[in-house]
């Protein structure tokens, strides 16, 4: 997606303000701002051809972008269930390191900013902001932020995530799960410290033991070898 901001001209101010998104105070408002009074009885389309004929500056395109940014709609929702014991501190540091692990592109959206918000010690948010380009619509209306919160539940034996049934989501949903499982497959390695052992003979037993149940080999004695 280029992210990038073109300067409207008279035909965009003129097709953004000449919608049902636009409210008639919102547009009295913008007459108003330039001293300008005009009746909310004159016809919408003349207010905003009359309007497009102006100079326009940062908070004409203000305004106006926000009349379409409102009224987001509400989007349905998926679920994935990973049966599995997971701690709570992996899946948090998994959620923490999201942002490395993502692509900030995916189709037309792009990720903006990344949060991360522990609610309790069995539930984390993941706030993924993203704007999504509409090439299709009009220029005030083509990008649009959004936001998508995948909901972390981990119970004892198993992790269940609730998110929006998009399709940047159900993309953002996979590198996720993917990543919780992978932290079940990395080896976990534990110190072993023998500084408070005083017997030779417990040494000797612990080194006996470790070299006599490694998978794959048979131990032999030095003699035997020579």
Known sequence: ??????????????????????SDSALTELFLNRGILISPKTDKEQRAYYFSSFIHGFKDYE???????????????T????????????????????????EKFYLNSQITEIETLTINERKIDLKINY???HPDKQMFAQFEPRTAVFEVHIADDNVYIEAPSTPEAHEWLEVLINSVTETQKASKVNLIDLNSLTD?????????????????????DVLEVM
């Open 200 to 220: 030779p003979e417990q040494y000797w037993n612990f080194f006996d033991s470790l070299t006599s149940n490694i998978p794959g080999y048979e131990r032999s």
């Open 79 to 102: 679920s994935a269930r990973i049966e599995s014991q997971v701690e709570f501190s992996d899946v948090l540091a998994v959620c923490s390191g999201f942002e490395d692990k993502v």
């Open 63 to 77: 305004l106006i972008s926000a009349q379409h940014a409102k009224g987001s709609k509400t989007e349905f929702t």
């Open 131 to 133: 704007q999504k380009f």
């Open 1 to 22: 997606m280029n992210n990038t901001f073109k300067i409207p001209n008279d035909h965009n101010i003129y097709s953004a303000l000449n919608t049902g998104k636009v």
